[in-house]
């Protein structure tokens, strides 16, 4: 990481923050912590060795080994001797790390110490296949250059910063293949996190294991695919533990996380345990699900809600294909339409030319045409979506309001701004354009959907995945089509009728399976949730 030694000769304020992004440095909070080590402790004990290697290559203070190697004394486990082997890159956890391995030698641990301050990205090559355990939480941050931490360089500085980034990255994608991102940004999209959770497991032995802290998206995103992948086809998960963003564990970071241990040895086993704690970590659920319950394609799994969500994901994409597949055969197309910076310079109320359309203009079931703005610039490439009425959408960022996806139909001759998504039926059909939208409205989708966001935003790659019903399986569903445009007239009633005709009629779901959907929606109120339990049952 020459970058890191570049950032080093900044004067120290600035430096300081820096290197603390540019290393990921924020350790582990030692609740979560002690929750990993007392599913690990009765693994490590179960391998029967006389003595262990143990690492934590992204060591820091050394807070998980010494919690663990501590944990074991208080929990009585056979007496071991164990080969600690510490790294970072940085220096000072590193001497807090020794002075309490010191500790627990006095307090009778048998423990040989080795600690290095390395670059462990350029050193793990030595200890492949080593290690009976790590245990780790690896640094998470993304490679790539900041614009605003880019200023603090001279000019010439900032190219070399760059180059120097640019050789990491090639480096890391050369030795650590499988952490590679499924696509980059602007030659950008390399996260530590992944790339550290890949050496980690490298450096672990065949029947070694590996107990881990990492981002929560690592289970859902399309960009840790190719990571996930080679860890289920090396090993068994044997346990998650989801924590939300709220919880703040990292500094505040508004991120959520996850821990779990994966184990590289040949027994098969089926059940593995997942538990979801409240922002006061307090558990909020737990249970076993099915590796084979878990989507194949994608190899996502929806960690965030519980196992319930496994099961229920499972029903809800078992009927139809998914999105992208309806995509793919040209029965509909998704996309953004045009960029919409600058619009004000480019826009004016009433007039002629395309309507121009913008995020607040999109209501549930309902277009604000008051605005009635045209666009004025010319428009080198039309998009031939404007020339249809199709479905435009809006999303809403923070993970926890109830509706991520706000939907309506907007009219022909618009262009709708970048912040909206837009799909519609290549064939021009409205009839099931309607019924369309009931669906990608329905808290059916949105379940879905939030078991395949990884972050706050809604991605289209995470639509994708969503399974919907084709458009000739719907076109049979003339009732659906009427409920959607009563909604769009503003009926009272419409929209829980929505909502319970799509559970029943197009997912369904039972009376078991839509009451479990909809408590997994902490915003829906009682009386709200009756009544759709109410509707559900009326349609027989
Ligand atoms: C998220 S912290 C975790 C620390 C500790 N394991 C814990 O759980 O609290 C990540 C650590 O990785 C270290 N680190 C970052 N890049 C590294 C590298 N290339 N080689 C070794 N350590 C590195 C950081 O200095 C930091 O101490």
Known sequence: MKHIHLIN???????????????????TDEKIALLMIEKLLPLINAIGKKNYNIADPFSGDGRLVTLLIKQWMLNGFPDVEWNVYLFDIEHAGLVHAKSELAQLKLAGASINVTVKNIDIFYEFENYIDY??????????ENIKPDSRELNLFEPSIKLKYIESLREFDDYLSRVLPYSQPKRKFAGWGTNLSRVGAELSLEICNKNGMLAIVMPASFFADEQSFTLRQKFFNTGRLDFINYYPAEAKLFNGADVSSCSFILIKDNFFKEDMQLSVYDKKLNINSFGCFDFSSIDTQHLSIPISQGVHAIHLLKRLQEEYSTWNSLEKNGE??????????GSSNWTKKNGDGYLFVKGKMIGRYNFDISHNLKVTKKIDKVPSSSNFERIAWRDISRPSQKRRVIATVIPPNSLAGNSLGVVYYQSGSQDSLF??????????FEFQLRSFLATGHVSLSALRKTAIPSEKILSQHTELKHLVISCMNGCCDAELKVEAYIAKKIYKLNLNEFNKLLSSFDKIELAEKENLLRMFQHYG
């Open 9 to 27: 000769s900044l004067p120290l304020n600035n430096a300081e923050k820096f290197t603390e992004k540019a290393t990921g440095k924020y350790y």
């Open 131 to 140: 290690f009976d355990c790590v245990i780790t939480n690896p640094p998470w």
């Open 332 to 341: 509909i197309w998704a996309g953004r339409e045009i960029d919409e910076t």
């Open 435 to 444: 019924s369309l939208l009931g669906i990608i409205n329905s808290l059916c």
